[in-house]
């Protein structure tokens, strides 16, 4: 089992960016391939990005391809999103995930950090 915790969000004018961090502890973090996933109030949460246990392959929503870029340090593990050129539909509260597979399922969760974007 990996406990994961999310650090980084907060208020950033549209236009902006930010970086997310997503710290694992527990067991190997190269043993998992991980996601951010996203939920705005009164909406469902989406897959943002994810990424393999080994880095090779990435994914992005389709809303975020461009601007979003997902990264990990398995030497430190963690996992990074960094969100660039942000834009007031981007706020949600945003969450890490880890799995066996990029595919799924998403076993482990953090707790989500906010993300706020002004107009």
């Known amino acids: 089992q990996v406990q994961l915790v999310e650090s980084g969000g907060g208020l950033v004018q549209a236009g902006g960016s930010l970086r997310l961090s997503c710290a694992a502890s527990?067991?190997?973090?190269?043993?998992?391939?991980v996601g951010w996933f996203r939920q705005a109030p009164g909406k469902e949460r989406e897959r943002v990005a994810r990424?393999?246990?080994?880095?090779?392959?990435?994914d992005y929503a389709d809303s975020v391809k461009g601007r979003f870029t997902i990264s990990r340090d398995n030497a430190k593990n963690t996992m990074y999103l960094q969100m660039n050129s942000l834009k007031p539909e981007d706020t949600a509260v945003y969450y890490c995930a880890a799995g066996l597979s990029i595919q799924g399922p998403w076993n482990y969760w953090g707790q989500g950090t906010q993300v706020t974007v002004s107009s």
């Open positions: 990424i393999s246990r080994g880095g090779a392959t990435t």
């Open positions: 527990g067991r190997a973090f190269s043993t998992y391939s």
